[in-house]
């Protein structure tokens, strides 16, 4: 199997790097005035946050895409090296988080992370069950494949040139930031930093893809669920 070498590769044109850090930054921005605003967050029973949110991604994807224009390589969209190693780092991954998110419930935080997200005191509503099953496509399927495809395949690839792990560690970072909440970075950092580690591991966003669709597929289904 092919091993990709551990010292840091050529850096790519800085330009960049400066236009995915400003979309970065500017993420950052909106999600904490979001948040600090005091905004309702939208509800997983309405159709206007499918639409709203579907319209948001796209051009999100777009800026993506234009940033990475004749090197899409730089996604890291592609198979992994081997399938069979993808998935047994992926559930080790998965069993990392699991247990780190039990650790930090047992924090005293002056909010807890999911309800700080608006993952809490959702109830199951059949008469909704269309718009929610729009929004489980949503957060499960189109928010990993575009946030996944930012950091951990864009911004993974065009920091490479600082070393293996200074990458894995900012794009985790830059990853909680970027989601514009407090409490939650406590889980959101670790989580960046792990789907990071999985992706350099198999040189593809696909498996941390599918780890970040079943998080907030489980989120989705359990607060409807067990609340």
Do not use: C
């Not at 800085?14 to 904490?32: K, T």
């Not at 905004?39 to 796209?58: A, E, R």
């Amino acid at each position: 199997m092919e091993v990709e070498a551990a010292q840091p590769r050529p850096r790519e044109s800085p330009i960049r790097l400066y236009f995915w850090a400003l979309l970065v930054g500017l993420l950052a921005v909106a999600n904490y005035a979001e948040r600090f605003s005091g905004s309702k967050p939208l509800g997983v029973y309405s159709y206007s946050t499918f639409t709203t949110g579907t319209v948001f991604y796209v051009l999100w994807l777009g800026v993506v895409l234009l940033i990475a224009r004749d090197r899409f390589d730089l996604l890291a969209l592609r198979r992994p090296w081997s399938w069979r190693q993808a998935l047994t780092l992926a559930f080790g991954v998965i069993v990392a988080i699991l247990l780190w998110e039990y650790v930090v419930s047992l924090l005293p935080l002056p909010e807890s992370p999911g309800k700080e997200q608006g993952l809490t005191d959702v109830h199951w509503e059949p008469a909704h069950e269309g718009a929610f099953a729009l929004n489980f496509v949503l957060f499960a399927m189109i928010d990993p494949f575009v946030e996944e495809l930012t950091f951990r395949g864009e911004g993974q690839s065009l920091l490479r040139f600082l070393g293996r792990w200074p990458s894995i560690l900012i794009v985790g970072l830059a990853f909680g930031l970027a989601l514009g909440l407090v409490e939650a970075l406590l889980v959101l950092v670790p989580f960046g930093i792990a789907l990071a580690w999985l992706r350099d591991r198999t040189n593809s966003v696909v498996p941390g893809m599918f780890v970040h669709g079943l998080f907030n597929g489980a989120a989705l289904v359990a607060i409807v669920a067990f609340s």
